[in-house]
Structures are given as C-alpha cells and as structure tokens.
C-alpha cells in the first residue's frame, strides 16, 4: 500500500490508508488509546485497540500504522484512524531528553541546544525553519524576476580583506587562509560581469563576543547591483525584496505562520526614510538624549526610532540613510553634496538593524585614495582592483542576515533558536 | 531618460533610447566607426560619427549612448543605433591582459585565472555561469515540488567525522576546528526533522591534488530523504532532479546553451542501470580488462561503460549500483541480499561520476557496530548519533558537485573553467 501523508487522510474518508512517521505521542483517555503519529505533513490521531507492539517502545520511534480514515470533529485536523494496526520500523528504547509532544516547547536554550536533532522535531521549531526555507526562497524570486543572477563565490580566500580583525585563520596547506566574513569583494567584482547578481550562503565572524545576537557563522543574502543613480535605487530594490519575502511567506507559510503565532509586519509600498543627522535630531528633540555629533547609533536609538516610525508612518521598517563615512567599510561611497557623510543605509526593522547596504566607490582612483587614506594594504586587493581599473559601473548592494530576519520576524529573544546548529564560543557540535 | 537593454533595442525602432554598458569593441571599417555596447543582456551596434569622447580611454570603458534605433538586418541583432551620442562613466585608461572582444575567447588558462575578471565578461564565460544559476534553480524547483524543504547546515565543524584526512583546519579561538568536507552528516540528521531536505552549499577538500577533475573548494548540490525502500527510492529522486535541471536549461538557457554551442545530453526517461560486478564482467568481456573483484572502477572503467549505455540504451546517463561495502563511507548500507556489497550508486554522465549517493544505515545499533569495524571514535558522533538514537527513517540521498556537472555539460577540458574564483594548491586569490 501507498504511504498517505497525515494531512491527506480526509480524502480517504472509510478507505484504510497507511502512515508513516514518528510516534508522537500515545496516552490513554477514558479506556481507549491515542496515538499520535508525526511526519513531515502534521500530525495525525488514530485510535488503537492494540499496544502491544509499542510496549517496550518509547516516543519518536518509528512506525507505520495502517487504520481505516473515520471523520471525528473532536480529532486534531478533523479526522482519525480506527482499526489500526501498528508496526514498529525504527524502535527507540530510551527517554528523550526533554519532551516535545506539548503544544508549546518548554525547555532551556542551553538543553535544547545540547540536543538540537531533538528540539528541532517540535513542530513550532519545524515552522521556523520552513519559514527560513521561505525567506530564502522569496529572496530569491524577487532578484530572478528583477534580471539578477545568482552567484557562488569562494569561502576560502587568501587575505581578509575587510579589515583583519574578527577572521578566522585556515591552514591552507601550510599557508594562512582566511574565512570570507562576506562575499562582499566578490559580488562587486561580479557587478562588472552581470550588472546585478545575489548569492545565499554561509559567512563567518570570528567575534569572541557571548551576546543573544551574534553568532560566529550566519547565512547572508547578498545583493549587488550596477547602474544605479546612488543608493536610494539600492533601497529601493531593498523594499522590494522584503515585501518579495512577505509575500512569499504570506501566501505558502500560513500555516507557519499561525502555528508560531506571528503577524506579518506592518510594510507600507516604500518604506519611510530618514537621513542620519536629522535621525539623531530626532532622538534630542524627543527622547532627549543628545547623540548628535555621535559616529554610531546605539541599540536604544533604533529602538527609539523604530517607535517614531510606527506611529508616525505605520511603518515596522525604517531606513536611516547618510551615516558617517568614516564608520562605514573603505569602499563606501561618500554624499557628494557632504562627505562627512555617505551614501549608505541601514533598515531597520522593529528597531534593530536588519540589512546595512549602500552605493560603492566605482573608479579606480577612489579606490587608491581610500585605500591610502585608511592605511589598507593595496597588494592583497590586486585582483578585486581589477574589477574597477578595467571599468566598473556605478553600484551599490545590501545584505540581509536571514537568521536576524527570523529573529525579529517571530521576537526571538536569542539569534541561537533562529539557527539549525549554531556555532559560538561554546558550541561546534554537533 | 529610462536606460533600454540591448535586447530591447527592436521595440524601439524609430525612437531615440539610452543604453548604458561596456566599451566591448570599437573599430573603423570603410570610413564608419561601429562601437559595440555591452550590457547584461546582450550587445549592441553603434554607429558613431563622432568619437572623440573615446579617444582616451581603452575597451572595458563604462559608457553610456543615445541614439536613434535603426533596423539594419547586417547588424548583430537586427537593429543598430544611430546618430548617436556618447558618454564615458568610468574610463579605462590600460590595455586589458587579454582581448575579450573577440567571438572566441582565446587565452590560456593560467592567465585567465591571473585575471578573472576580465575574462568572466566575455559572453561565452557569462553564459556559462548563466548555466550554472540554471542548474541551481532547476534543482531546487524540482525538490521544491517533490515537498523537500531547503537547509543550511554549517561549515565550521567541530570534529572531521567524515574521516581526519583531506580536511581543511581552522583556529576557532583557539582552539581546532574544522571546514565540511559535505553536509552529509548534518542533511541526515536533518531527515528525522523534514523527511526531505536539500542544501546548495560549499564544501571544502583539502585534497593536495594538482588535476583537470579536481578544486579544493566547490558548491555541492546536496539531497536526502526518508522513508524509502532501498537506494532505488533514491535514484528514482536523482533521475527526476537531472531531468528537472535539464528541462530548466532548455526552457530558460537556450541563449546560453547557443553561445556555448551545446546539445543537451540524452537521458531517457528511466536511465539504465547496471550492477557493480555486472559492469565488471562487461568490461572483462569487452575489453578485455580483467578488473573483476577490483574494489572500484577505474576512469576508463567509466568512459567503457558510458560508451556501453550510449550504444546500448542511447543515454549519456548511467547508474552503476551496488559498490563493495568496504569502498563507500561508513553510514553505507549494505545490500541485504549479499553484505560484501553496498546499497549504494554512482551516476555516470558521459563515462565520468556526477552523482553519488546511496541508501545509509538508520539502527543506531548499526551505527555503533559499523563504526568498531571501521575504528571510528564515537565521541565525536554524539550529536550525530542522537539523530539515530532517537529515531530515525530508513533513508538515502546523493549529491551533485556543481562544477563538475557543467564541466561535462560543456565538454570543458578542466573544472576551473566551471569555477568562477577556483581555489587550488595555487590559487587563494581574488
């Protein structure tokens, strides 16, 4: 017999089907045994007159149950299994080390993430996931339908040219390599080859920083761009990926999405904008905390303005454009019209930072200077030069951290529950 | 006024438009100058009266022209601009290492690799790597539609579980770390969440082989799925992704795949299988190269047994099942009707392996015997394990290194080629 999926059995209706999956949970209620079986569909309850085959048996074993689809309004999703015999094809013999049978998942962050393979079968932690799978999935859609091209570049590489600190050092079969901390080189390098291109991968911090946001190796989705104006087209393409992901998540993820329990965020067609001076005017004048004159805002601050913009645009994403230059990466490009600041933004969304992005230097002789001006090495930037000294459009790109997004997305209060394995300076395993 | 791809020009005929691109050629031909435009459509022809703004500057330039489109069927393309303007954005000022104007790209492959990026521009590189996005997403959608879910699993692991050679290490503050030779371990576990999970990711080899067939980093195409009957379960899935691959490219890349000049493979429906010792006795038959009881084929085991397929089936695509137990990884399950062999396959593409993947064991219990026969520490495992511990599926997978699926697509004599930034025991940068 053909294995049915827990969430088709209503259209088996007085048909015996057989399920496969993961013994749930089985428990004995006014004489009559439940079971409920678990795969990658949802749940499924069949009733059994018979356990003796689960006898030595404990949750998440494997098995197969085959039962004739009776409907029971009083059955989780509507319908149930009568007649049902039960066999056992992976059995498990020791307790779990916490539950995950409950509705709601309770247990430590530190215990789950001692037994993720565990944790990760709830089904709250299972929509998580396939609402990343989502994300990824809109991100890219959006960019395929706007002509970009979707890149790999290298992990490896041979000089940590974003600045050397927080890299991790590789043996390189005796030499020193570095793990790239972004595509960033990379993409602008592929600007010049395909005008627009993006790329979801892994990148890597070695930032030996113990905080609930930061983790040392996170998934980036890239984006670059050339022939732009300056960087409100890049924000603008920023706009239109984030409303791609809540599209995408609107129309697939429902059920995700009501299973976490999460409202999509508030995300009018442009999203409000403010420059970064006025921003800190801003916060003055109403918060009075005077950070005017400040490089940086402080996590407070985008707290604060992400207030402002809810109530004043109904807007949950914000762009803060125009922040100094000197605190942005050498190739950021500077405002013309006021190079003490640049033509970079952040977006925020529910007031932390969620995508950084901006316009790049594109000649070869800002490259120099900056280069000369910030003391950066020339020689390990040889080959992403290239990509300017032999003509490089105008351009601009933004990354978005996916498991940040998730984080705010749900209210995660720990980035380490928005990520399958996390790695930090505890844990490399499993 | 709105920027017009090169590809667009034709519905346009009779108005003025703008196009913005590279300088890919400009030259003098009976007293017209003909500048051709390069964009990340296409290219297109100019006829410019005045060329003084490009006196100066060099092919690659980025420029910028308006111009009335003209219908002129000697033109690439079928229209031409004329009476035209033209702009210089970012001027080049130095000859390129190489010339990429011309039809064929001819330069060799050491300085190509010097200068990536200026050889990836040339249209026969870009529809390549066009290719390659192809390929990508005809994966996913594929799976995608199969009810697989999408991962992303590290590649800072804390253990070489895979075997201590050939991995790269890394210093994780202090202490050894190490990069993922593949998502195996984490994909399989991974099924006892989703049933069905695929990742497109790097994987790193640090194998100190300098050949054609071989790169130290490359993006592994990954898949693995449960509740199956035995490996054919999973050949079944391999068959319907390379078919799903090869429809995209047909639908989406027939440009690409005519810039390239390539023929899509023949690939009936169900490709043709042939048993391990079978394919051995074939070959002593045949050939009369007695390699039976070898442990493995040989690379003209495989080019015999992809001209067999193709003389016998008509199928560039071939599965070779069943290889020795002892030659395949330890998580390999055994073929039950005789143990010496494995439940394993290999997919040869035009006589070289481009698939390999198999049915893996699922009983914790022979988990831990397997690995006391091979010496496996399992302390290393634990995490790993905990997936079998506490339930798993019988399940299988197999992966597809990406580069070296185009460089049998292509016909390419190495698998740089198929890279865009390879790294091998010379090359960390750009």
């Known amino acids: 017999m053909e294995r049915t999926l827990t969430t088709e059995i209503g259209q088996h209706v007085g048909e015996r089907v057989k399920l496969a999956g993961w013994l749930h949970r089985l428990r004995r209620l006014g004489g009559v045994n439940f079971l409920i079986l678990r795969d990658r569909a949802g749940l499924a309850q069949i009733v059994l007159e018979d356990v003796s085959p689960l006898a030595h048996v404990s949750p ?41 049978h409950k509705p709601r998942l309770k247990v430590n962050l530190d215990t789950f993430l001692e037994h993720p393979i565990i944790g990760l079968r709830h089904p709250s932690r299972r929509a998580l996931f396939r ?64 005008e627009r291109v993006y790329e979801v991968g892994p990148v890597f911090r070695a930032e030996p920083h113990d905080t609930t946001r930061h983790i040392n190796e996170y998934v980036s989705l890239d984006v670059e761009m050339g022939f732009i104006q300056d960087h409100r087209d890049v ?35 442009r999203f409000p904008s403010i420059y970064f001076p006025d921003a800190q005017q801003l916060i003055y004048e109403r918060w009075g905390d005077d950070c005017r004159g400040d490089p940086d805002l402080a996590p407070q601050h985008e707290r604060w303005l992400g207030e402002w913009a809810r109530e004043t645009y109904d807007s949950e994403f914000l762009f803060v454009t125009g922040y100094p230059l000197s605190k942005r990466p050498f190739y950021t ?5 006021d190079p003490r600041y640049s033509n970079s933004f952040d977006l925020l969304f529910r007031g932390m930072e969620l995508i950084t992005g901006g316009q790049r230097l594109h000649r070869y002789e800002d490259y120099l200077q900056a280069a000369e001006t910030r003391g950066i090495s020339l020689e390990a930037l040889q080959g992403y030069l290239e990509a300017f000294r032999y003509g490089a459009p105008p351009h601009g790109g933004f990354a978005i951290g ?3 997004f998730l984080m705010q997305l749900l209210g995660l209060s720990n980035i380490r529950e928005a990520t399958l394995f996390p790695r930090d300076l505890k844990r490399l395993t499993p």
Chains 1, 2 share one sequence.
């Open 60 to 100: 998440e074993s494997v098995i197969q149950v085959q039962g004739l689809v009776v409907k029971e309004p009083q059955a989780p999703g509507g319908y149930e299994l009568h007649d049902a015999q039960v066999e056992v094809i992976s059995p498990v013999t020791e307790a779990l080390p916490f539950p995950i």
């Open 131 to 194: 609402l990343a799978a989502g994300v990824m999935a809109g991100f890219r859609s959006t960019l395929d339908a706007l002509g970009f091209t979707e890149i790999q570049t290298p992990k490896l590489v041979g000089a940590a040219t974003e600045g050397g600190a927080n890299v991790f050092q590789v043996d390189y079969f005796g030499r020193p390599a570095y793990l790239a901390q972004s595509p960033q080189l990379y993409k602008q390098m592929m600007v010049t080859v395909f």
């Open 235 to 269: 924000m603008a393409v920023a706009e239109q990926v984030v409303h791609g992901i809540l599209d995408r998540l609107r129309r697939y993820h429902a059920l995700e999405l009501a299973e976490l329990g999460v409202t999509l965020p508030k995300a009018p067609t």
């Open 333 to 337: 490009h500077p405002n013309p019209a």
């Open 402 to 404: 996916l498991e940040r």
